[in-house]
């Protein structure tokens, strides 16, 4: 079965520095990869996500990352971080985009902006 | 509506009692899944439903938990003889067909007390 694991349970970035967020995900194929942003009392929202094609995928709010194979992660950036990105981010896995399938999430960073 | 909607958005229950949740997905949206996420993780699989059916209920931790979606739109979650170790914010997500993006609804926190 696959797995996702995110190392860093909590991250604390100053405002305006740079962001990387790192996600490994185990599994025997390369699987359909995304990153997920929870605001307290909000739902999930999807930042980004990759099927196939270029590695480096751009999504919303500034954020990008890097799919590499070699090394079975998919890591989040950003190059300068905003107070009004302090959330918990989550990378997940799907075996396949045809059809539907059920994501495996790991188990969050929880990100911290100091002044 | 705009997004997926969930109700209650708080539920508190006192163990062995029954429990429903309701989630109206994202109109025409006809794939539709339930995660359960305790505190300090990440939302864990329960149930898939395409259409009316469920097509993968593989997630679901035992036959206390069920869940129906009779008409292909909204689904309840019913859980049994809640226990103790229920309590859990429980989401509910919904995509097209085209699409894998699954759209998340803002959960409800189930507490069993």
């Known amino acids: 079965a696959q797995s996702v694991t995110q190392p860093d349970i909590h991250i604390t970035v100053s405002e305006g520095a740079s962001l990387e967020l790192r996600c490994n995900y185990s599994?025997?194929?390369?699987?359909?990869l995304f990153w997920y942003v929870q605001s307290p009392g909000q739902g999930l929202q999807l930042l980004l996500k990759?099927?196939?094609?270029?590695?480096l995928v751009q999504g919303i709010k500034g954020f990008e990352a890097e799919f590499k194979r070699s090394q079975s992660s998919f890591n989040l950036r950003k190059p300068s971080v905003h107070w009004s990105d302090a959330a918990e981010y989550f990378c997940a896995v799907a075996l396949s985009n045809f059809g539907n399938e059920k994501l495996t999430f790991g188990t969050g960073t929880r990100l911290t902006i100091i002044p | 509506g705009a997004g997926v909607s969930q109700t209650p958005s708080n539920k508190v229950t006192e163990k062995g009692k029954y429990v429903e949740l309701r989630c109206d997905p994202i109109s025409g949206h006809t794939a539709l899944y339930w995660y359960r996420q305790s505190l300090g993780q990440g939302p864990e699989f329960l149930i898939y439903?395409?259409?009316?059916?469920?097509?993968?209920d593989s997630g679901l931790p035992n036959d206390r938990f069920f869940a129906v979606r009779p008409e292909g739109s909204v689904s309840t979650l019913k859980i049994q003889r809640t226990e103790r170790g229920d309590s859990a914010v429980y989401l509910c997500?919904?995509?097209?067909?085209?699409?894998?993006?699954?759209?998340f609804g803002p959960g409800t926190r189930l507490t069993v007390l």
């Open positions: 990759y099927f196939s094609g270029d590695t």
């Open positions: 599994y025997g194929a390369t699987p359909y």
């Open positions: 439903f395409q259409g009316t059916g469920a097509a993968d």
């Open positions: 997500a919904s995509s097209s067909d085209s699409h894998n993006e699954q759209f």
